[in-house]
């Protein structure tokens, strides 16, 4: 994620776009920088760190009677934060920045930018656009465009069109709003709110042209496009969950696009990053270690490590791995999984596995955090900032970043079939997501059902019942319901005593193999009168055997869970708000646990 935002008007232009960035700041704060027409050329101002960073270089360089320019906070997908890496680009007469990720950058590059100053795809973008540039923006962005693989939003400034802004999207957020004599581009509303509150939503395909006295949109042919303009009518604390009740419904419902984006920086390339000599092979084990949902991310990273790279994968709690005397050799790999990057057990297990001198590779969701400075090689999740307490859009970053790893460390063991049906089913992803997040109403009257049990079980077979760990943990740690989670298989051996009249019993079925098994296991729990709910594909008729079916579509079974997972988050928000908790602050809980 990375936060835009642009002015054109009457007022000073580095003032609002800096009180815009830093309202964006959410969305990433490794870099910052604005780009403003100062007396009819481009002056670009931009830093590592911070947007209060940008704003002491922008005190300095004393612009005067600037009243156009565009503004970027990065969270960096290509190339490490650096002043040079910070947007906007410049290439020739073109200035811009991005938020998304163009895919295909490294061929574009070649073609028509290839000694780029930066390292990253957005300085592509500028040289493709200026090299399509003859005078005429319009046609010169839509055949940029055509050209770009991936997720954008643009926001381009022409040296020779001063007071003009032209702004673009496919698939990455992007507002059009409009004041007196003035008009604005952001990431999303609350960025604006204090200016105006009226905004428009530009669709794929849709050029926004910007200038003092307004905005106009039009298509690839330079037909006018008519849209209705929109009144946002949220107070400030409700512009900074985006409209959402709670930062974690927001954070729910960023997923399709959070997914996308790891998707589309992992899915041909993980060499770019801190990453370049790393040797995917190992020769070794994997130990995966991590705490809480990152560890169950770990669980579900193992099997598909183990089904398509078929390295044996070891799963530890941080907390017990330096005290279990861990067997590590040196053609080991650890990774360590942590959205925070400063958990204190994760941390000590990268800190053992070092002094073993065996390789360590941090999946981590902050920039510059303790573990990304402590691990040998960094891959970062792209789920952005996360506020809520109770993870949503970083584990399930964490696992597809997982499930992506196992394909490129499966490398040739994969056959071309096997590789594109993966490939398929990571890019059917966010739209299955978007799909699964409409499934609000249903969780609503659902928790109607669960919402006074004292005791709720998860259960499920392989990938399965790595989910039905994190659901169970999802639920117990927002709602206070006491839940847990089992291998369907093991109920029988202890459990089942705890099973009586209409205890709720959450079973997931996503492993088609298994199914059967899990079914039996479900009749004998359905016997001593438990209410059981399923969660499956549309197609597997388990109406025989439970009292509701959660649906997901069918799909590729190694990507199912993560539908699954979408579900059952919303399903314990819901119970959680039906029960008055503190959703965003379960009680006893932080969000970066930093002691041992
Ligand atoms: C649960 C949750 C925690 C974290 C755990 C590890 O919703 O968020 O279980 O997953 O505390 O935190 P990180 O990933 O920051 O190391």
Redesign the pocket.
């Known amino acids: 994620m990375c936060g835009i935002i642009g002015y054109i008007g009457e007022r000073q232009a580095p003032d609002i776009l800096i009180d815009g960035l830093q309202k964006l700041e959410y969305r990433g704060y490794d870099s910052a920088g604005i780009a403003v027409f100062d007396h009819n050329s481009i002056k670009v101002i931009k830093t590592e760190g911070k947007v209060s960073a940008l704003a002491k270089k922008k005190a300095a360089a004393d612009l005067q009677e600037v009243h156009c320019g565009i503004g970027h906070t990065r969270w960096a997908t290509h190339g490490e934060p650096s002043d040079i890496n910070a947007h906007p680009h410049s290439v020739g007469r073109v200035t811009l920045v991005h938020n998304g990720i163009i895919e295909n950058y490294a061929e574009l590059g070649e073609r028509y930018h290839p000694s780029p100053l930066s390292r990253t795809d957005t300085e592509i973008a500028a040289a493709v656009i200026n090299a399509c540039y003859h005078g005429d923006a319009v046609s010169a962005i839509f055949e940029a465009v055509n050209m770009f693989h991936g997720a954008y939003a643009l926001c381009i400034m022409f040296e020779d069109q001063p007071d003009t802004v032209y702004a673009i999207r496919k698939s990455s957020p992007l507002i059009v709003a409009v004041g007196e004599n003035e008009t604005f581009l952001a990431s999303d509303i609350p960025a604006i709110l204090s200016h105006t509150k009226d905004y428009y939503l530009p669709e794929k395909g849709e050029l926004a042209i910007l200038t003092k006295q307004g905005v106009r949109f039009v298509g690839a042919t330079g037909e006018s496009i008519e849209k209705e303009l929109k009144t946002a009518d949220w107070d400030e604390s409700a512009a900074r969950k985006n409209g959402y009740d709670h930062y974690m419904l927001k954070e729910i419902f960023e997923q399709p696009a959070v997914i996308e984006q790891t998707i589309l920086r992992y899915k041909n390339d993980f060499t770019i990053f801190e990453n370049e000599d790393f040797d995917f092979e190992v020769k070794g084990n994997i130990h995966i270690v991590?705490?809480?949902?990152?560890?169950h991310a770990g669980l579900m990273g193992k099997y598909a490590i183990e089904k398509l790279a078929r390295v044996p994968v070891l799963v530890h709690i941080a907390s017990e791995f330096r005290y279990d005397n861990p067997i590590l050799h040196k053609d080991d790999l650890v990774i360590a999984?942590?959205?925070?990057?400063?958990?204190a057990d994760?941390l000590a297990a990268v800190r053992l596995a070092k002094e073993h001198n065996v390789r360590t590779l941090g999946i981590v969701?902050v920039r510059g955090s303790s573990l990304s400075r402590l691990a040998d090689h960094t891959l970062y999740t792209l789920a952005g900032p996360e506020i809520a307490?109770?993870?949503t859009k970083?584990?399930l970053c964490q696992v597809c970043l997982l499930q992506l790893l196992a394909v490129r460390m499966a490398g040739k063991g994969l056959t071309m079939q096997e590789y594109k049906d993966m490939m398929v089913a990571f890019e059917a992803l966010p739209a299955q997501i978007e799909q699964a997040l409409s499934f609000c109403d249903d969780a609503k009257a659902l928790a109607e059902k669960f919402k006074n049990a004292e005791h709720i079980f998860f259960m499920g077979r392989g990938q399965d019942s790595c989910l039905a760990m994190e659901a169970s943990?999802?639920l117990k740690?927002i709602s206070y319901i006491h839940s847990e989670a089992y291998a369907a298989g093991e109920l029988k051996h202890g459990t089942i005593s705890l099973i009586t009249e209409n205890t709720p019993i959450i079973s997931i079925m996503t492993d088609r193999n298994r199914l059967p098994k899990t079914a039996s296991n479900l009749k004998e729990t359905g016997a001593r009168g438990a209410l059981i709910t399923a969660v499956t594909y549309s197609d597997v008729r388990a109406d025989a055997y439970t009292d509701e079916q959660i649906s997901i579509p069918v799909m590729n079974e190694m990507t199912a869970p993560l539908i699954a997972a979408v579900k059952l988050q919303l399903l314990a928000y819901y119970v959680a708000l039906s029960k008055g908790c503190d959703i965003d602050q379960p009680r006893n809980l932080a969000?970066?646990?930093t002691v041992e």
């Open positions: 991590a705490c809480g949902s990152a560890y999984i942590s959205q925070s990057g400063e958990t994760t969701n307490v109770a993870t970083a584990y943990l999802k740690e969000k970066s646990v």
